[in-house]
C-alpha cells in the first residue's frame, strides 16, 4: 500500500525508505573511503574493528561492501544477533552458513572452523560480519580470536569484521581481550553525515524516487541536520514526516514553519 503524501508529491516511491537495492546506496566521500579501506583489509584477509554512533551508516557501508566484493572470491555472512553464548552464537553462525548446528559448543565450532578451512581449498575466503559486536557476550568476546587461528596460527584463512559503538574500542583494550584485540590490524570510525551531506543524501533520495526538484528549502536543510546529528536513520525518519505534512498542508516544499510539527510528533525541542 502506497503512502499518500507520494501522489501528492508526485513521487514513485517512498524516498527515505531502507529498501533500497545495495547498488543504488548513496555513501557520502567520506563513508565511500571507508568502504575502500574495508575491501582492501579483506583483499588482504586481515580482520577489521568498524565503529559509529547509531544510525550514522555502518549497515549501509557493509552493503555497499557486500555490493562491491566479487562472489566468486569471498563468502560474506552476515551475523545480526550479538547477545548470544558462545554455543549459540556458533550455532547461529551454522545455520548463516547453511551447516547442520550441532549440540554442544566444541562441536558447533568444529564445523564452523573445518567449513572456513574447505573454503580455503576452494580459493574462497570466508568473511564474516558481526553487527552490534558491542553486545556480545564476554564469554563469546574473549573467544573469537581462536575462530581466527588455523595451521598453528601461520595463515589468515578468514577475515573478521566488528561493527559497533565507539565502545567496542574501548572494550577491546581490556587486557582479557588482548589476544583478539592483537590480531585486528584494520581500524575504521564512520563519522556523522557533514550539513554539506545531509543536503547531498536529500536531494540523491528524492531524485531516485522521480523528483528533480529541491523539495527541501536551505533553512529546512539545516533544520533536519541539527535535529538528526549527522545520522542517516533520523533523518530518514524526519525527511518522511515533512513530506507527510507538506502534502497535509497541499504545499510543493518543505520549508522550516513545517519542521515544529513534525519534532513535536518526534520529541524533539523545536528551536527557533
Known sequence: MSEPYLGALGLKAAPF???????DLWLPTSKADVVDELCEAVSEHASVLLTGDPGVGKTCVLRAVRA???????RLTYCHNATLGRRDFYRQLCLALGLSPKATAAAVFYSV???VQDLGK?????????DEAHLLHPEMLGHLHILLNYEWDSRALLSLILVGLPELKDQLQLRRYRSLQSRIHWR????PLTPEDTAEYLRYRMKRAGCDRDVFTHDAVAMLHEAATGGMRDLDRLATGCLREAARKKRKLVERDLLPRVFD?????YVR
Not at 17 to 23: G, L, T, V, W
Not at 125 to 130: K, N, Q, S
Not at 188 to 191: A, E, S, T, V
Open 122 to 130: 576452494e580459493r574462497i575466503h570466508p568473511v564474516f560480519l558481526i
Open 265 to 269: 510528533r518526534d520529541g524533539l525541542e
Open 17 to 23: 525508505s531502507k529498501e533500497i537495492a545495495d547498488a
Open 188 to 191: 575504521l570510525h564512520i563519522d
Open 68 to 74: 562491491r566484493l566479487p562472489e566468486a572470491g569471498y
Open 113 to 115: 572452523s573445518t567449513h
